[in-house]
């Protein structure tokens, strides 16, 4: 997979104190500078007063600000599986590839057993991977290499059906039916920082599937870069708690 930051707010960090401080003035803060509209905040310098203003929010659960400076992302060749969890995030916007629009005509389907559009859970290569729900904790060689070979066998059938489906006249909305959930899709999505920090809540945890995972540890650490305060408060503090808004 691929995770780049297509967009964001400029300067996020601002932003959010912008919000917050406006909570706590009697001075409207569309007339005042940002140095003025920091004046009280303990600190040094203004660098330092975003810390602590912005350490205080997020101890203090005030996330309202938070929801000011937005990011997009573009996702790159995540399985349909994937794209079924990260998309239940109702305050998350999406753009996802069609397969009625785009079809796999010109895809080898040999290439499919190496990688090429279908995503290889590491289940299927690894003998000693341990998954959610798994029946059987280790498996011997012969399980290992049998298990490989149903799953390729399986992709590479998948892909072949479609493309003779396709071949036979069938619209590619409805020949993607038989192509297998682990097939990939790009995705551009937007969200701001109090869902982005939800997000990573609930898919950064130790209970969420490898590929969400790996999808949002790339997220947090693109936000880290563009929103660096607030992600690294979040990464010391509050990263792994106990999820407080839902189960
Ligand atoms: C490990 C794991 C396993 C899961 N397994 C399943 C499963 O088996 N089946 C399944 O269907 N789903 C499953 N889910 C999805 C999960 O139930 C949520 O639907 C999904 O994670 C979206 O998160 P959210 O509920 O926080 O809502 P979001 O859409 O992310 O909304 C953020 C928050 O806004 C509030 N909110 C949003 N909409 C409403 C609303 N209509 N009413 C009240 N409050 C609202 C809630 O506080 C919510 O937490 C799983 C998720 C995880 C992380």
Known sequence: M??????????PERLI???????????????????????????????????????????????????????????KGISRSCMGQITRHRHVSFDVRSMRYVS???????????????????SATDPDWVGRNQKTGSIGEDEAERREQVFNDAIENAVESYQ????LGMPPEDARFVLPIGTEVNMVMSMNVRMLMHVADMRAAADAQWE???MTERILDLAEEWCPI??????????????????
């Open 2 to 11: 691929e995770v780049e930051l297509l967009e964001a707010t400029s300067e």
């Open 17 to 75: 104190c912008k919000g917050a401080r406006n909570d706590y003035m009697e001075e409207f803060v569309g007339d005042l500078s940002f140095e003025e509209i920091m004046t009280t905040v303990e600190g040094d310098s203004t660098e330092e007063k975003m810390e602590t203003l912005i350490g205080h929010l997020l101890d203090h659960g005030h996330f309202g600000p938070f929801e000011h400076p937005q990011a997009t992302f573009a996702v």
């Open 104 to 122: 796999f005509d010109d895809v080898d389907p040999a290439d499919v057993r190496e990688g090429e559009l279908v995503v290889t859970p590491p």
């Open 164 to 167: 003779e489906l396709l071949e």
């Open 212 to 214: 969400i995972r790996e």
């Open 230 to 247: 607030t992600f690294e408060y979040y990464e010391e503090h509050m990263k792994n708690r106990k999820n407080r808004l839902a189960p």
